[in-house]
């Protein structure tokens, strides 16, 4: 983590949960500056006012998507970390070009910015609903990766890398806190299906192994995080029975382009993916009539997919267990 000390460090989206969980970790690793660009003003205000005994946080009012602003947010920085994207899937699908202005176009600007800049690294954080992807959301957040995993490929020193992963668990708009609402007004706990599954982590784990990736970096990889997996009516169950009520589960249908199982790493992609102690490491495989590169493996790390219907899922008590900690 040496890596940060004396960096000038900008965070996109740095008031979301993974944003703004990156920021107070960084500022413990000793940087010269950090930069929070959001363009969630209210955000910005509560976390200057969380952060306010630490003089190297700059709060950037600002959106991706305006490629003007993001030259100056970028002008003299070190390292980008690239968190700020459109996330909720029902959203992404009543309004799809949204989601193409923020986490591709959006992107592209950050990729641009860091290129023209000189920048030490970037690193994107990306999703499992970019693998295989059936909505939206899923589909524009593929696309981010493939801006980032290819932006080296031009004639740049910066290096271009990602980060995927699942759920984070209490971030915004996930599904604990909906059920922890549920279950204080005494209301049925809906789940959208009996049979779902789900990745996740806890937020500092999620922003330890992002920075962890920040620093092995070396252009054009996607670090996937190794997570644990559960049935979303299992943690149901969970917090009914933690609450010590009597609450029902209502079970209401997916939404449009949900999915039943989260999927981290596919079939095709376990070839060119290195298994380590706390990620894997996918390598590019790109053909192009000027460039080619083949990466294999010579034990893939897996047969088949790595997803969440087919990972080990902790038990109640487990969950219980997560949930206390």
């Known amino acids: ?9 900008l965070v996109t989206g740095g008031v979301g949960s993974i944003g703004s969980e990156l920021v107070r970790q960084l500022v413990t690793l000793n940087p010269k500056k950090i930069r929070v660009l959001d363009q969630n003003e209210s955000g910005l ?25 993001i030259e100056k947010a970028v002008k003299g ?18 309004d799809p070009i949204e989601a193409v202005y923020t986490n591709i176009l959006g992107t592209q600007n950050i990729i641009d910015s860091a290129r023209n800049e000189g920048v030490d690294r970037c690193i994107a954080i990306s999703t499992d609903k970019a693998v295989n992807p059936s909505n939206t959301m899923g589909a524009t957040k ?60 806890s937020l500092e784990e999620a922003v330890n192994l992002v920075l962890e990736a920040g620093v092995k ?40 382009g949900e999915k039943e199982y989260e999927l981290l790493l596919t079939e095709e992609e376990a070839k060119r993916t290195k298994n380590e102690e706390k990620i894997f490491l996918l390598h590019p495989e790109i053909h192009t009539p000027h460039y080619q590169q083949d990466f294999k493996q010579e034990k893939p790390i897996a047969e088949e997919e790595y997803n969440s219907h087919k990972a080990r899922h902790l038990t109640k008590e487990e969950i219980k267990r997560v949930l206390t900690d």
Request: charged residues 25%.
């Open 1 to 9: 983590m040496n890596l940060y000390e004396g960096k000038d460090i």
């Open 217 to 256: 970096a070396k252009g054009k990889e996607i670090f996937i995080l190794k997570m644990k997996a559960l049935k979303i009516i299992d943690l149901a169950q969970a917090m009914i029975e933690m609450s010590n009520k009597e609450i029902q589960i209502s079970v209401i249908g997916k939404r449009p």
């Open 142 to 201: 593929l696309l981010s990766e493939k801006l980032m995993s290819t932006a080296s490929y031009a004639e740049t020193d910066t290096i271009f890398s990602c980060v995927r992963f699942g759920n984070v668990l209490r971030s915004n708009g996930s599904v604990i806190p909906l059920f922890k609402s549920q279950i204080e007004q005494n209301k049925p706990v809906t789940v959208t299906s009996e049979t779902m599954t789900r990745f996740f982590m």
């Open 77 to 94: 920085t070190d390292i980008i970390f690239h968190s700020a994207a459109l996330k909720h899937v029902p959203a992404c699908e009543y």
């Open 45 to 69: 205000f509560h976390l200057q006012n969380e952060l306010k005994e630490h003089s190297n946080i700059r709060y950037l009012l600002g959106d991706i998507r305006n490629r003007e602003r």
